[in-house]
C-alpha cells in the first residue's frame, strides 16, 4: 500500500505550495516549478539512482552467480539466502530513500514466514519467500532504468541552467578561450559562434524553455521510480487484502458487540423495567380483589395499559433488530415503512431485478433507515428522496435531501460508523453535502443473490 503526503497524488505539503490560511501563488506553476523544493528533491533522487543502481545491481548478481555456482555443494544454499536477504536490506533503503526524496510512503512487506526457529528454517523462509525475489527483480529493472534517468534528468537539467544563464558567462570565452562566444558549428572550414546579442539572447530563451520543461521530465522519470518501489518493495495484494480483512472482521466484532449492547440497554431500560412494574401491579391486584374489587379491577385495568405499552417496545426493538417487513415483502416495503416515518415527505423508488442476500439486505435497510434519520434530526430539509437500483454486480443506494448541508463523514460521526459497517462487506459510503445542500450520500454494496 502506498500513500502521498499531501492532498492528492503527487502534492507536497512544501511552504512554497498554497495552502489553509496561505495566499495563492502569482506566478503559475509552470514558472515555480524550477525553484520549488519537489523539484530539486526529485531531482537528487536521480542523482542518487545510479549509483546505488550500480551497488544493488552489483551485489544482486554477484551473490545470485556465486550462489548459483555453488549449489553444487551445500554452500550455494545459504549463500543464496544471504544475496536475497542483501536485496531485502536494499529494498529498506530503496523505501527510505523514496519516503524522503519522493513523498512516497510504502508500506513495509510481510515477514518471513518460519514454522519453527534456527537457521535451517531461516535459510528456507528467505528462499520460498516471494518479497525477497521481488527485491532481487527490483535490483535488476531499477539499474537500467536509473542509468537511463540518470542520463536524461542531468543533461536537461545541466543544459537548462547552463544555456539560461549563458548571457552571464559568455565573455569567457573572447577573454580566456580566445573565440567570440560558445561554438555551435565548427569544421576545418568555418565556424559558427553564439557571439551577437541576439544570438545570445536567443540562447538564454532556449535555456529558459528547458529549464522550465526540466522539472516535469524529472517529474516522469521519478513517476516510473514510484511504480517500481511501490509495486515490487511494497507488501503484496494478498497480504494487503488480508490486512484489509483483519481490520473488517474487527469492525464487524465491535458492531456486533455495540449492537448486542444496545439491545440489552434497550431492554433493560424499557421492556423488562415495565414487565417488572407489572408483574408488581398484578400482584397488588390479586391482594386487593377480595377486599376491593372495584380497586382491583381499577388496577387491571391499568397493567392491560402497561402491557400494550410493553408489547409496542417490543415491537419496535424488534423492528431495530430485524423488521417483518423486511423479510416477509423485501426492500420496495421496509424503506417506504421506514420513509412514512421520516419527518420529512420522503420518495422511494426501488429498482430491483431480484432480491438480494439477506445480509446485504438487511445492512441496505439500516444503512437508509440510519440515513433518514439524520435527515429527520440534522438536515433540516422540507424533501428527500431514496433510489435504491443494481448495477452489475453492486448495489446502490442513494439518499438526497435538500436541507443545510455540511455532513462530513471524517469527522467521526454516525456516518464515519456507518461507512466503517458499509467497508467491513467491501461497501463504499460516499458523502456530498456542501454547506448550504442539498445533501446525497450514497451507498454501495456488493450485490449477492439470496
Known amino acids: 500500500m502506498a500513500t502521498y503526503y499531501g492532498q492528492g497524488y503527487g502534492e507536497w505539503d512544501d511552504p512554497a505550495s498554497p495552502g489553509p490560511g496561505r495566499q495563492p501563488h502569482r506566478l503559475p506553476v509552470v514558472l515555480r516549478a524550477p525553484f520549488e523544493a519537489r523539484s530539486w528533491s526529485e531531482f537528487c533522487y536521480l542523482l542518487l539512482s545510479l549509483p546505488l543502481g550500480i551497488l544493488m545491481f552489483t551485489y544482486s548478481v554477484t551473490m545470485l552467480s556465486l550462489g548459483a555456482g555453488l549449489l553444487v555443494t551445500f554452500l550455494g544454499i545459504p549463500v543464496l539466502a544471504a544475496a536475497l536477504a542483501g536485496c531485502r536490506g536494499f529494498g529498506a533503503l530503496e523505501r527510505a530513500r523514496a519516503r524522503g526524496l519522493l513523498r512516497l510512503e510504502v508500506a513495509d512487506p510481510e515477514p518471513l514466514m518460519m514454522k519453527r526457529r534456527g537457521p535451517m528454517a531461516w535459510i528456507a523462509a528467505m528462499l520460498r519467500s516471494g518479497v525477497s525475489w521481488r527485491h532481487v527483480l527490483y535490483t535488476a529493472l531499477q539499474f537500467p532504468w536509473a542509468v537511463f534517468s540518470f542520463v536524461v534528468g ?56 528547458i529549464t522550465l520543461a ?55 431500560d424499557g421492556a423488562q423495567a415495565r414487565l417488572v412494574a407489572l408483574a408488581m401491579d398484578l400482584g397488588l391486584a390479586k391482594e386487593k380483589l377480595a377486599q376491593d374489587p372495584r380497586a382491583a379491577a381499577q388496577m387491571v385495568e391499568e397493567a392491560h395499559g402497561e402491557v400494550k405499552t410493553a408489547l409496542r417496545e417490543l415491537r419496535d426493538l424488534a423492528r431495530g433488530i430485524h423488521p417483518a417487513v423486511l423479510t416477509d415483502r423485501g ?41 433518514l434519520q439524520n435527515v429527520s434530526k440534522h438536515a433540516r430539509a422540507s424533501r428527500a428522496t431514496v433510489d435504491v ?10 439518499v438526497v435531501d435538500d436541507g443545510v448541508g455540511g455532513a462530513d463523514a471524517s469527522s467521526g460521526s454516525g456516518l464515519a460508523g456507518l461507512a466503517g459497517r458499509l467497508d467491513a462487506v467491501d461497501g463504499i459510503l460516499v458523502v456530498d453535502s456542501p454547506t448550504g445542500g442539498p445533501t446525497r450520500i450514497t451507498a454501495e454494496l456488493p450485490w449477492r443473490s439470496s
Request: aromatic share 10%; proline share 6%.
Open 389 to 398: 437500483w443494481r448495477a452489475e454486480e453492486r448495489l446502490l443506494l442513494q
Open 154 to 209: 542531468v543533461t536537461f537539467w545541466t543544459s537548462g541552467w547552463t544555456l539560461l544563464t549563458y548571457p552571464l558567462w559568455f565573455w569567457v570565452f573572447p577573454m580566456y578561450g580566445g573565440q567570440g562566444g560558445l561554438q555551435l558549428y565548427g569544421d576545418e572550414t568555418h565556424s559558427v559562434y553564439l557571439d551577437n546579442p541576439f544570438e545570445i539572447m536567443v540562447t538564454a530563451l532556449v535555456g529558459l524553455l
Open 214 to 268: 526540466t522539472p516535469w521530465i524529472v517529474r516522469g522519470l521519478t513517476t516510473v521510480d514510484r511504480l517500481l518501489v511501490h509495486g515490487l518493495l511494497g507488501p503484496s495484494r494478498l497480504a494487503t487484502r488480508v490486512v484489509e480483512l483483519e481490520s473488517d472482521r474487527g469492525v464487524v466484532v465491535d458492531t456486533a458487540a455495540a449492537d448486542l449492547q444496545r439491545i440489552e440497554r434497550d431492554l433493560h
Open 331 to 371: 426492500l420496495d416495503a421496509a424503506l417506504s415503512a421506514v420513509a412514512s416515518r421520516c419527518t420529512v415527505p420522503v420518495k422511494v423508488e426501488v429498482d430491483l431485478p431480484s432480491r438480494p442476500a439477506p445480509a446485504i439486505e438487511g445492512i441496505a435497510y439500516f444503512t437508509v433507515s440510519e440515513l
